[in-house]
């Protein structure tokens, strides 16, 4: 398997790029995002995901850990391959597919290009699991740190739920509402632990 292609940009489209490494060009499929993160640069290392299949080899490029992860989650869902995967990181940061996935908004997942209202579903419970466990940098989710979001983490604590899980799902629900009351928050996190 390519775990990675560590060289220059020979080509770089909004939907694919040719990383030359020794004398070899690779040509990697990636997100417009992806695209984004690369325009200006000559030397790169690009962390890839190959996918070999009876028709066909492709590679998957992404420029940092969180896209690849998330990839392969959103991969792992029934009736979402490799192009629609792509299609959901072109429109979505990994931080925002997880905050769509916690915060059941199939509207979200609704509005990527080919993802209906049934797909969108199915990719919130399959993955909804998942996400909790994922590390990503959250860094576009806005953390508040206010005396309501601490009581209800040490009532969510007590209730022997994990501290990582309850306080991201904390993260989540401020940042639609943060003037929430602690007795507010606990239910709604409950609803989403």
Same mark, same amino acid.
């Given at each position: 398997m390519i775990h990675y292609?560590?060289?220059a940009i020979t080509e770089l489209t909004p939907t694919s790029?040719?990383?030359e490494c020794a004398g070899? *060009?690779?040509f990697a499929n990636i997100s417009v995002l992806t695209s984004?993160?690369?325009q200006g640069k000559k030397d790169i290392k690009l962390l890839t995901s190959q996918i070999i299949r009876e028709d066909a080899h492709l590679l998957f *490029?992404?420029?940092n850990a969180d896209e690849r992860t998330c990839f392969h989650l959103l991969t792992s869902v029934s009736g979402v391959g490799v192009n629609t995967a792509r299609m959901i990181l072109s429109t979505l940061t990994p931080s925002d597919v997880k905050e769509a996935v916690l915060s059941d908004a199939v509207t979200v997942f609704s509005k990527v290009k080919g993802i209906g209202a049934k797909t969108a579903q199915r990719i919130i419970v399959d993955l909804r699991d998942k996400v909790l466990k994922l590390d990503l940098d959250d860094t576009n989710l806005s953390t508040v740190n206010n005396r309501n979001k601490i009581e209800a983490l040490?009532?969510?604590e007590v209730l022997?739920?994990?501290t990582k899980i309850a306080g991201k799902a904390l993260d989540v629900i401020l940042k639609?509402?943060?003037?929430l009351s602690v007795e507010l928050l606990i239910k709604e996190a409950l609803k989403r632990l």
């Open positions: 292609l560590n060289g790029v040719i990383v070899l *060009g690779y984004e993160a690369l *490029g992404f420029h040490s009532a969510l022997g739920f994990n639609k509402d943060p003037e």
